[in-house]
Structures are given as C-alpha cells and as structure tokens.
C-alpha cells in the first residue's frame, strides 16, 4: 500500500492562459483527452509553497517546508476530470526524488525562494536540475478585489476544483493520485512578471495575451497514494 501525505500549499499564483487543445492533444498520454471550457484548454502556471509535509497523522510541526513552481493542464480519463502535470520544480532534492519514485511525477530539482512582504509574494525559481534544460521564473504577485468561492465562477471552478491527478509510469501504465481539501476561495490577482521559461523548456510557444489570474492565501490537503488505473476499477 502507498503512504497518504499531508501538507498545506500556501501563498498561491494561479495563472492561466486559454490554447488551442490540439497544442496539448499530441502531448498527453493515449488514455488522457483534453478538458476544455468554452472550447478553450489551458495551461497553468503555478508558483507556491507546500508547509507541513509528511506521512498523514503526524503532527504538523514534524513536516517540512517546500516551495514549487508547476506547469499543467485539465484532463479527462473516461469521464473523471483532474490534473496533468507537464513539469513541477521544487526546492529540495529528497524531496524531489521521493515525489518522482512514489508519485511518478516529472518534479526537477530548482533553486526556489518565496517571501512576503507589504501584502506581496516575491516568487524566484531556477532549474538546477542534472542534465535537463534551465528554467528561470520570477513574478511579484498579490491579491486584489474581494474573495470569492471558486465554485461560484464557473472559469475558477473548472482551473482550481480538481481532486485528482494523473501521470504516466515508467512503463507506460497510468496512474492517478487523489486529494481532499476544503473548496478554494480565491481572489482576483495582479503580477509583475519578471522571467518565464517554462513554456519554452517544455516545446510549448509563449501563449499570447494576458493570462487569467487568481490568489489563495492557500489550504490543507491530504494526498493519497499514486494507484494503478485500470478499467475494471472504475466501472
């Protein structure tokens, strides 16, 4: 049996841009389609930081503390909506390593600092991760407007209430891993923008426009374990 691991993800930056699903078709696994709304898929880019991780029922003053920064896009498999990560950079090498053997995600090891200051995140990432290709982001972001239930705005609803997420194995078997939290209360968000390269470093073409930006001062999750899906399962 896989280990359930609790955590919190704080000071969150959700932003997204709309593409053509035929850009992200191609790069998903066979039994993944493209989730769209309006039409539109999307892709996120999401910096934070992760507190408190550790095996579920620990104490929290017993996790430890990991900044990240993700790149993904919605997903269907057979009618269950959820996540599909295309890469995620986090401040920690075990860490970074656990995550890929026990959840068969694509996390690289990165140089991450976050700080809070005057009612601002000040977020910068760098790739240091052996062999692959450097990524740099830094973006100053913060709340703006009244919080609202994501549930509410049907936009917001469908980029932030997701409870699962999918990944590929080594051997080509899909995974999926779900997570319980409480539903996200969001607020409208503005950045200053000062580095991205994440777009590029995975072959996709800087999106146009600006992107639709949401703030969350952040919640608790539990995630579970990484599960074999299989049809049978899920019938």
Do not use: K
Not at 44 to 56: E, G, L
Not at 77 to 104: M, Q
Not at 180 to 195: F, Q, R, V
Not at 216 to 232: K, M, N, Q, T, Y
Request: charged content about 25%; overall charge negative.
């Amino acid at each position: 049996m896989g280990i359930s691991l609790a955590m919190g993800w704080r000071h969150l930056l959700f932003e997204n841009w709309p593409v053509d699903p035929a850009a992200l078709d191609e790069r998903l696994p066979d039994r993944l389609t493209v989730d769209t709304h309006d039409g539109q898929a999307w892709l996120s880019v999401i910096p934070f930081t992760n507190v408190d991780i550790r095996p579920a029922g620990l104490p929290a003053r017993l996790g430890l503390r990991l900044p990240e920064l993700n790149l993904r896009t919605y997903v269907t498999c057979d009618g269950e909506p959820g996540i599909y990560f295309f890469s995620l950079d986090a401040h920690g090498i075990s860490s970074v390593l656990g995550a890929r053997v026990l959840h068969h995600l694509p996390y690289y090891y990165a140089r991450i600092s976050l700080d809070w200051h005057d009612g601002r995140v000040r977020f910068r990432s760098r790739r240091r991760h052996p062999g692959d290709r450097p990524v740099h982001y830094g973006s100053t972001y913060w709340p703006t407007g009244e919080p609202f239930a994501a549930r509410d705005d049907p936009l917001a609803r469908f980029l932030v209430e997701r409870y699962r997420f999918y990944t590929e194995a080594t051997d080509g078997s899909l995974r999926y891993t779900d997570v319980d939290h409480e539903p996200w209360t969001l607020y409208p968000a503005a950045a200053e923008a000062a580095s991205n390269t994440l777009f590029a470093a995975n072959g996709f073409a800087q999106p146009t426009g600006e992107p639709v930006r949401y703030y969350s001062p952040g919640l608790d999750v539990i995630a579970g374990p990484s599960r074999c899906w299989s049809e049978e399962t899920h019938e």
